[in-house]
């Protein structure tokens, strides 16, 4: 059985690739049990500063495998299956937005049904120009899992992310560039290399604040300005105890570049 996920690592960089092409990426449990786990393992290493998200062939995920699902409904285990599969999601998608550092989607074709939760998930997003987001779910009959239901309104509006789902659209790339659902869109032959140059960039940057940010970001729009604001000066005391700041403070003093990175 050829392995259902790649993982490549570049000094600080790690990046895992999904590698079922045949099914476009599609997640059956275990596949997405092996994701999940080196979600985590790569999370809790303090020596990974930036993470690469991506797909083999022609697609970046098509969410749960269509066969897998199928499998199961004839052997009338069709809940227990959604449950095992949507549990691993949810812990995927928790994993990567608390994720303390920055994570590229980067989208080699169609990021469909819970590979699109994945993608939105994500902190800066990629896409060849021949990608398409799709939710996907509403042509199952099934309910959309992932946090796809937090995303889209968060980065749409309640109205187009009502449209978005309930017409089971089919964005192409360029069109999610202009909505914000994604941040960069390139053409196949440069996909890789640019978001390998994303993640470096992001890998020499300020590891700790990106971690405080993400955090912020995702806690924007679920309480007050008062807890936000305390939020914030939270993370900004808690910064001076980390190494970037002061660095920071000094290359601005020295009119140079900071060195966020740790020397290797």
Not at 172 to 178: D, G, I, M
Not at 227 to 235: M, T
């Amino acid at each position: 059985m050829p392995e259902t996920l790649l993982l490549r690592r570049d000094g600080p960089i790690v990046e895992l690739r999904l590698n079922r092409p045949e099914r476009l990426n599609a997640f059956d449990v275990p596949s997405f049990e092996r994701f999940r786990r080196a979600l985590e393992e790569v999370a809790h290493d303090g020596t990974v500063r930036a993470v690469i998200v991506t797909g083999s062939g022609r697609a970046f995920c098509a969410g749960g495998d269509v066969a897998a699902m199928e499998e199961a409904r004839v052997a009338g285990t069709l809940p227990t299956f959604f449950h095992d599969l949507t549990g691993e999601q949810e812990r995927s998608v928790r994993t990567l937005v608390g994720m303390p550092k920055p994570v590229v989607a980067a989208l080699p074709g169609v990021a469909a049904g819970g590979g699109l939760s994945l993608a939105l998930a994500a902190d800066w997003r990629i896409a060849v120009d021949s990608a398409t987001l799709v939710p996907a779910f509403p042509a199952l009959g099934a309910v959309p899992d992932g946090g796809l239901t937090y995303f889209l309104p968060h980065y749409l509006g309640l109205g187009l992310a009502q449209e978005f789902l309930f017409t089971n659209a089919k964005i192409p790339a360029a069109h999610a560039r202009e909505l914000g659902l994604v941040h960069e869109v390139v053409s196949a032959e440069s996909l890789s290399d640019r978001a390998w140059a994303r993640a470096r960039e992001l890998a020499e940057g300020p590891t700790f604040a990106y971690g405080w940010m993400k955090r912020l970001l995702l806690s924007a729009f679920s309480g007050p300005l008062e807890r936000q604001l305390a939020d914030e000066r939270l993370g900004a005391v808690e910064a001076t105890r980390r190494p970037e700041l002061p660095e920071g403070i000094q290359a601005f003093r020295e009119k140079r570049r900071p060195r966020f990175r740790p020397p290797t």
